[in-house]
């Protein structure tokens, strides 16, 4: 059975910085594009990074360039979103999602809390 597991959320102060983490397991994120999306309290889901199977394109929306970095270490099996300047209008569930073929995995999300 395919697992995502996200973790590193927390609750921090503006300006701080959280890295999160998704580590699958029967499945290679090396093999897949993959994706974060975050959900804040009341509003859809949006959008926020990405980077494709091979690593060598990656993409963010508007609001985090220049402050969020996505990274995959193939190794550990794992995706990274480092968020740094973090603001208050970041504080959302953060999901990540695997791409592979026609199937798509999503991990339970992990709570980010920005404070101001």
């Known amino acids: 059975e395919v697992q995502m597991v996200e973790s590193g959320g927390g609750l921090v102060q503006t300006g701080g910085s959280l890295k999160l983490s998704c580590t699958a397991s029967e499945f290679t994120v090396g093999d897949a594009d993959m994706t974060w999306v975050r959900q804040a309290p009341g509003k859809g889901p949006e959008w926020v990074s990405a980077i494709n199977r091979g690593g060598s394109n990656v993409y963010y929306t508007n609001s985090v360039k220049g402050r969020f970095t996505i990274s995959r270490d193939n190794a550990k099996n794992t995706v990274y979103l480092q968020m740094n300047s973090l603001k208050p209008e970041d504080t959302a569930v953060y999901y990540c999602?695997?791409?592979?073929?026609?199937?798509?995995?999503w991990g339970q999300g992990t709570q980010v809390t920005v404070s101001s």
């Open positions: 999602r695997g791409n592979r073929f026609t199937n798509v995995y």
